[in-house]
Nanobody, 121 residues
Framework: QAQVVDSGGGSVQPGGSLRLSCTTH????????MNWYRQAPEKEREMVAQ???????YYLPSVKGRFTISRDNEKSSVYLQMTNLKPEDTATYYC???????????????WGQGTQVTVSS
């Protein structure tokens, strides 16, 4: 069973909205910093948004004001609400679970499989 499962991507027109979801299957979600990354073809993977265990959030400047990250600890899930999408938001989006070092398993995979977001008219 995959430990991190992300979903919710799709194709939308510019100005549209999508909501990405990510669910983990570990017991330590409440102490994890959860992240959304994205990678466009021939570009480096970049962090889009982050939410810490205490609720502190960070956004890539180009998405600030358009994207909102949130988490539900009871469901071990994190979400990325994306509004006013632009063609440059087109990428594969990945969820990443960042646990404290003492809780990390070197053999485990903390990345989701990725979900494609395409913004095009």
């Amino acid at each position: 069973q995959a430990q991190v499962v992300d979903s919710g991507g799709g194709s939308v027109q510019p100005g549209g909205s999508l909501r990405l979801s990510c669910t983990t299957h570990r017991d330590n979600f409440v102490v994890a910093t959860m992240n959304w990354y994205r990678q466009a073809p021939e570009k480096e993977r970049e962090m889009v948004a982050q939410i810490t265990s205490s609720g502190y959030t960070y956004y890539l400047p180009s998405v600030k004001g358009r994207f909102t990250i949130s988490r539900d600890n009871e469901k071990s899930s994190v979400y990325l609400q994306m509004t006013n999408l632009k063609p440059e938001d087109t990428a594969t989006y990945y969820c990443y679970e960042d646990l404290p070092p003492q809780l990390r398993d070197p053999a485990a995979n903390y990345w989701g499989q990725g979900t494609q977001v395409t913004v095009s008219s």
